[in-house]
């Protein structure tokens, strides 16, 4: 070990109670960075398999252009094909089949228009949350035939209630009227309210038939086990469709695709946590600062007796910053420790979000939060910090340079 080395780390504690106290909090700040990382990290997880699970799954298989323009004639005619394509796709979970039309839904006081969803009751309950939103009534079962799902302010606006029935008229495929009868099984809330008013789901097979779309469907919707494999799985899924149906236009989305609105959503709570670290990195930053603007202080005349034996600025400043860089690493690695240790606590145990559960829970999103510990989360804050403490420390330093070694020993 040098000795400049040996001597920044003696001067670290000739005022231990002014080091022990920039030292915990720096440990600190990076505790709550790598924490507080974790659990926004987490909680957009739980936030986005929530969301598709309820509306678009991970990833969708298309037609060209369904997404912008939703065309009834813009169909998947091979799904059974595309299925086989996702059962042989590894990051594939589970999938299922859907068709959609907009149409005009009556019941025997209101009318609305709203999104008719043809959904395979057994599939569907593998990929989505909907089975278990139902608040009134039961699910739709294998062989049910004109049967429908209705959302909570949809039914309220119909003023239907279960077993009341629906008129709906639309057009199929094939330009002619679609119109059916269907009877209310169950009434869901998701807690999307745009989701609750503005559709319904009936079996895939009645749908077909209604709609004339002689077994095609709109869209084929894959789940993965977690969202890191996405990616992964639209990768695959893309290059063997090309490989099995060439000469179809079809595309695979992901969710970031299907639910623009929702990471922007993320973007912006994200930017809001980012001016909350920034203004914790700044109060750290000042109290490095302070530190160190003292510690030139109270050893000015130190300073002055050193330059004075033939000590060069030079050697000084590094002296300063060698202590800063030592007390900085020592505070900035207890508090990645302790931040990890209190992260993989609630990572196994949960946060019980207390009154906001009910409402997490209409969502389809449990009552607790699981913050997600990642080598981002735990390097990314203590790395900032680091950096913003070392430049604050660097204005201290400069100010040895400016010393006079006589006016210095001089002083008291």
Not at 178 to 205: C, H, N, W
Not at 268 to 287: K, R
Not at 355 to 383: T, V
Request: glycine letters at 8%; a neutral charge; hydrophobic letters at 50%.
């Amino acid at each position: 070990m040098s000795t400049d080395l040996k001597m920044a780390i003696r001067n670290l504690w000739r005022n231990p109670r002014r080091t022990l106290l920039t030292l915990s909090a720096i440990a600190f700040a990076c505790l709550l960075l790598v924490f507080m990382l974790s659990f926004q990290l987490g909680s957009y997880g739980t936030m986005i398999n929530a969301a598709v699970r309820i509306e678009t799954g991970h990833l969708q298989v298309q037609a060209q252009e369904y997404q912008e323009k939703r065309g009834i004639r813009q169909t998947v005619d091979h799904p059974e094909i595309i299925g086989e394509v996702l059962e042989n796709v590894e990051a594939i979970q589970a999938y299922t089949f859907r068709a959609q039309a907009f149409s005009f839904v009556s019941s025997e006081e209101r009318s609305y228009g709203a999104l008719v969803v043809g959904i395979d009751p057994v599939r569907e309950a593998q990929v989505s949350t909907l089975p278990h939103l139902i608040r009134k009534g039961s699910y739709l079962e294998k062989g049910d035939m004109d049967q429908a799902l209705v959302g909570k302010l949809l039914a309220q606006n119909l003023k239907v209630d279960i077993g009341d029935e629906l008129v709906v008229l639309g057009q199929g495929m094939d330009g002619s009227v679609a119109a059916t009868v269907l009877r209310v099984k169950g009434i869901y809330s998701s807690g999307q309210d745009e989701f609750d008013r503005s559709a319904i789901q009936m079996p895939l097979s009645y749908f077909q038939e209604v709609y004339f779309l002689r077994g095609a469907v709109h869209q084929v919707i894959g789940v993965c086990p977690r969202l890191g494999r996405v990616s992964e799985a639209k990768a695959a899924v893309q290059k063997r469709l090309h490989q099995r149906l060439p000469e179809q236009n079809l595309v695979v989305l992901d969710w970031n695709e299907l639910m623009p609105g929702l990471m922007q959503a993320i973007k912006l709570d994200l930017t809001g946590g980012l001016i909350f670290w920034g203004i914790l990195i700044i109060v750290v930053a000042f109290s490095i600062l302070n530190t160190f603007l003292m510690a030139v202080l109270e050893r000015t005349r130190e300073f002055g007796v050193l330059m004075a034996i033939g000590a060069g600025p030079g050697r000084l400043m590094r002296l300063l910053l060698a202590e800063s860089v030592f007390m900085t690493l020592i505070g900035v690695i207890s508090g990645i420790l302790l931040g990890c240790l209190v992260t993989l606590f609630f990572q196994s145990r949960g946060i019980d979000m207390g009154g906001a559960s009910e409402l997490l829970q209409q969502f389809g999103i449990s009552g607790r939060m699981y913050p997600r510990l990642s080598w981002i989360s735990a390097l990314l804050g203590p790395a900032l910090v680091f950096i913003i403490t070392l430049l604050a420390a660097i204005y201290p330093a400069m100010k040895i340079r400016r010393l006079n070694p006589v006016e210095a020993m001089n002083q008291a």
